[in-house]
């Protein structure tokens, strides 16, 4: 089929190079001029396991191609897929201008019929929205049916999750739409959930929202952990082994971050309460998720006294492992309130340092090639993000290099009773048991 992706980010890329991936014509349009021609060359703007081979190998095969023109992308697509940013407002409600002017630029070059479809992840209602735009700045009568189609690939493994999705979500009402859209989506072996388009916006909202509520539970249960001299890793392998729970989304630390749960929790807030619904559970999601960071520069303040001066390293800076990507990273606050307080940070991350450096912090912090090289002469370490060589590193080694044995462990990563073998004084999050066993 020829399909049109209208936004070439993170998910728009993803959703474009898997499309051409199973066989299909696409065109991917952004505005932006650079990002094209870098494409073009097959340079990637993100780190993304397995994304840029997909994206080389399908442009080499002409099925994936790049242009600026909303023209030339309108004129080619059946589908025309809109997955532009839709960033938060500082009231927590979602800008969606992006999203309307894209309405309003398809609708100018549409001259027959188009399945426009909404990827980019908005409050429910901004369908009959689109609707609405297109209809008031499109040529009288031509014929165009809006579709809801949300994504839930999760970065750092964003190609696998496009092309073996849990379910694929298709909100339409109008049948002719929603065959065309099965016929896209018939080369992925998932299961099709067909809903109308409210619905279908409404799921993206509640699933991101639930699996934050699943990361504050486990973090509040984590104090109360931490209070009674027990062991969360315990308790959420315990309760997470029921099926109806499930162990996913259970790991306590710092909080979740990244550019799509906080974001989203704030929009769904503020859409339940323009709908006259407040959902304030999600305000205590949000209240627990912020205490996370506090409590945890509380227990280094408790254990350092006056961080002031105290040369302090930081392993990892994304949000999480396996991306380079830093927005609403809660690492890069951590280092922000330490570097606020006077800490001398040195930090370390595989992936994500070139980002953070073009941060503000990024100029008030040092940089390490390595993490063993960041822990050398440290006063304190505090793993902020779970990188797989974080878990490999050698101990013994690195008690040698660390000035005081300390390591405030944000994302559970080591177990408590090893690191102590090695003369580390141990602080997890929720392992009441193991501080008083050290
Ligand atoms: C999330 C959802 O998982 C995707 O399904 C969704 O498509 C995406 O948002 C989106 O809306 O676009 P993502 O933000 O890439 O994906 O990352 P997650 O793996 O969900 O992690 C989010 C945050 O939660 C991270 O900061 C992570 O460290 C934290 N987290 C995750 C925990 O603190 N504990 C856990 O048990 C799991």
């Known amino acids: 089929m020829k399909l049109t992706v209208i936004g070439s980010g993170y998910v728009g ?30 340079r990637i703007p993100i780190y993304e396991p397995a994304l840029e081979p997909l994206v080389r190998k399908n442009v080499a095969s002409k099925r994936l191609r790049f242009t600026t023109s909303t023209e030339e992308g309108v004129d080619h697509g059946e589908v025309l897929f809109i997955a532009v940013p839709t960033p938060p407002q500082p009231d927590g409600s979602v800008d969606l201008s992006f999203i309307e002017k894209v309405a309003r630029e398809i609708s100018q ?12 992840t908005v409050p429910v209602k901004t369908g009959e929205r689109v609707a609405q735009t297109i209809r008031r700045y499109a040529k009288p009568g031509v ?5 809801s189609n949300p994504e839930f690939l999760r970065e750092g493994s964003a190609v696998e999750d496009l092309m073996k999705p849990d379910r694929i979500v298709i909100g339409g009402n109008s049948d002719r739409a929603l065959a065309i859209m099965q016929k896209v989506y018939e080369p992925f072996v998932a299961p099709v959930l067909v809903t109308d388009i409210n619905s279908a916006e409404l799921i993206k909202h509640a699933a991101n ?6 990361i504050s539970y486990i973090n509040a249960v984590a104090e109360i952990c931490e209070a009674a001299g027990a062991d969360v890793l315990k308790v959420a392998d315990g309760i997470g082994t029921d099926k109806r729970i499930g162990r996913a989304f259970l790991d306590a630390g710092l909080g979740y971050g990244g550019s799509c749960f906080p974001k989203d929790i704030a929009a769904f807030i503020a859409i339940s309460e323009q709908l006259g619904t407040p959902f304030n559970l999600l305000k205590e999601v949000q209240r627990i998720n912020s205490r996370q960071i506090d409590r945890f520069l ?12 105290k040369r302090i390293a930081v392993w990892g800076l994304s949000f999480k492992p396996n991306t380079d990507d830093v927005r609403s990273s809660v690492a890069v606050s951590l280092v922000e ?6 800490a001398n940070v040195v930090a370390y991350d595989p ?10 912090v990024g100029r008030k912090i040092q940089f390490a090639d390595s993490a063993i090289d960041a822990a050398t002469g440290a006063e304190a370490l505090i793993i902020a993000t779970e990188w797989p060589e974080f878990a490999a590193v050698d101990l013994s080694e690195l008690r040698d290099k660390v000035r005081t044995p300390l390591i405030f462990d944000g994302r559970n990563i080591f177990d408590p009773v090893a690191v102590a073998s ?17």
């Open 422 to 438: 090695f003369g580390f004084q141990y602080r997890g999050i929720g392992r009441g048991v193991v501080a008083e066993r050290n």
């Open 351 to 360: 992936k994500a340092m070139e980002k953070a450096k073009e941060l503000a």
């Open 109 to 120: 070059y549409l001259d027959s019929y188009r399945v426009v479809v909404d990827k980019s």
């Open 209 to 214: 929202s639930f699996l934050a509520l699943k």
């Open 13 to 42: 890329l993803t959703t474009g190079a898997c499309f051409a991936e199973v066989g299909h014509q696409v065109v991917c349009v952004d505005n932006d001029e650079r990002k094209v021609q870098s494409l073009l060359a097959g």
């Open 143 to 147: 014929e165009f049916d809006v579709v």
């Open 337 to 342: 309130r330490l570097v606020a307080e006077g």
């Open 298 to 309: 509380d227990a280094i303040r408790e254990a350092l006294w006056v961080l002031k001066e």
